[in-house]
């Protein structure tokens, strides 16, 4: 038995040894209170999606929010500006980085089964990636190096502390010489790469910090993607519908729309100077299988696929009971791993509060707009965000076509952050 299925085992001896032990004293365990939402704070949520869209930003949305036994769904909206066809609840959207956590449940999945170790260097897996150097300076010369420390391990990819990810400044060479490969800026299904040519090309640059020094964006997902797949010994494509969209019910999500299903793709828009246009290339790009399938970025889906996978992280079971996951694996994703000062580092694309477990987002102190401490969950640049709240048992997905354009959440989100708590009982 693995050291996660051992604690989970623990856990569960424990409970029932505390519940008959109440029953033996004479006492009935406490009745769990029913997780429900109220009317008027349903009334008061749908009310702001609907004013959020009757000013165009977005044209149209999908919002759902679940407690206990109960899912609210509201498609609001259309799928164009011009406000035809309707937003249907299966409308399908480029969920983008909230693909992340997905790739994240792939890898420990396979830790549990010893495939993949946290405290392992990925050199056996990903031999390009040994003997690292690193630039001196991130806005340095590309031959300005040191030698790594360490190696990379996998829980440094899992914490997006691997030492590559996202710069800002657009003039340094590290910048200019990432600006076709994926993982470094926005989502692109049509780059020339596959997993093993897009591995070679990483392991012919340095490392923009030293592994475990700071927070790097996106680029670990895809690090992660692969090392899945070859851990596998399967496409990640595979991997996910096998032990993860098949037996969650994900039936609408995947790396690409296929052609009986391109009618419910919605259009991605992107705000210029005040004015929402198609977000042209990319409402095109998800339509035909992608060469490289991006596990920081690729997948699109449903409200109520993305659903199914919300309500799956609080327990790590499949609707048929089957676990899928153990609960020792789950904290250790959502439970934040980043220092205060790798979280302010990072601030301007987790947010005020948030920090990093070892596979998506953590809420450690309050966001400006209402999503308390202990959330979990992660948001996608295309237009779309998810949390799950333990303590109150909440799961909030919004997807809306409207590209973030800034760190700053459109006001559609952050008002739907505010009313998914408002609307708890």
Not at 24 to 38: D, I, N, S, Y
Not at 370 to 384: H, L
Not at 405 to 414: E, I, R
Request: proline share 9%; charged share 20%; glycine share 12%.
């Amino acid at each position: 038995m693995s050291e996660f299925a051992w604690m989970s085992r623990r856990h569960a001896l424990i409970g029932t040894a505390a519940v008959t032990g109440l029953a033996a004293c004479g006492r009935k365990p406490p009745e769990k209170r029913a997780m429900q939402f109220t009317e008027t704070g349903l009334a008061r949520l749908e009310a702001d999606l609907k004013a959020n869209v009757a000013k165009g930003q977005p044209p149209g949305l999908v919002a759902l929010v679940a407690r206990g036994d109960q899912t609210h769904i509201w498609p609001v909206g259309g799928m164009t500006l011009s406000g035809q066809p309707p937003v249907a609840r299966d409308t399908i959207f480029r969920i983008a980085s909230m693909t992340k956590p997905i790739t994240a449940v792939a890898a420990w999945m396979l830790i549990e089964e010893g495939k993949l170790k946290l405290d392992e260097p990925i050199d056996r897996l990903a031999p390009e990636l040994a003997n690292r150097r690193v630039l001196k300076r991130m806005d340095g010369p590309l031959d300005d190096t040191v030698p790594a420390a360490r190696p990379i391990t996998l829980e440094d990819v899992l914490s997006f502390r691997l030492g590559w990810g996202i710069d800002f400044n657009p003039d340094a060479p590290f910048v200019k010489a990432t600006a076709d490969l994926p993982g470094f800026g926005m989502p692109n299904p049509s780059a020339p790469y596959t997993p093993d040519s897009w591995m070679k090309a990483m392991g012919a640059l340095p490392l923009q910090a030293q592994p475990g020094e700071r927070w790097l964006y996106t680029a670990g997902a895809n690090v992660l993607g692969v090392l899945v797949a070859r851990a596998a010994g399967k496409p990640l494509e595979t991997v996910f519908q096998e032990r993860i969209l098949g037996p969650l019910g994900m039936t609408d999500t995947a790396f690409y729309c296929p052609p009986e299903k391109a009618s419910r793709l919605i259009t991605g828009y992107m705000n210029d100077n005040g004015k929402l246009v198609p977000f042209a290339p990319y409402n095109d790009m998800f339509l035909k299988a992608p060469r490289f399938p991006a596990g920081d970025s690729g997948l699109v889906s449903t409200a109520e696929d993305f659903g199914g996978f919300a309500k799956f992280l609080f327990s790590g079971l499949a609707p048929d009971g089957k676990r899928l996951l153990s609960e020792a694996s789950l904290k250790a994703m959502t439970t934040n791993c980043l220092t205060p000062a790798q979280m302010k580092d990072g601030e301007m694309i987790l947010g005020s509060g948030r920090g990093w477990g070892l596979g998506l987002g953590v809420q450690v102190a309050a966001s400006p707009y209402g999503v308390q401490p202990g959330a979990f969950g992660w948001d996608g640049g295309f237009g779309t965000s998810w949390f799950n709240d333990p303590a109150k048992g909440l799961t909030a997905i919004m997807l809306t076509q409207r590209v973030f354009d800034s760190p700053d959440p459109p006001s559609a989100h952050k008002d739907f952050w505010r009313d998914a708590y408002g609307a708890v009982g």
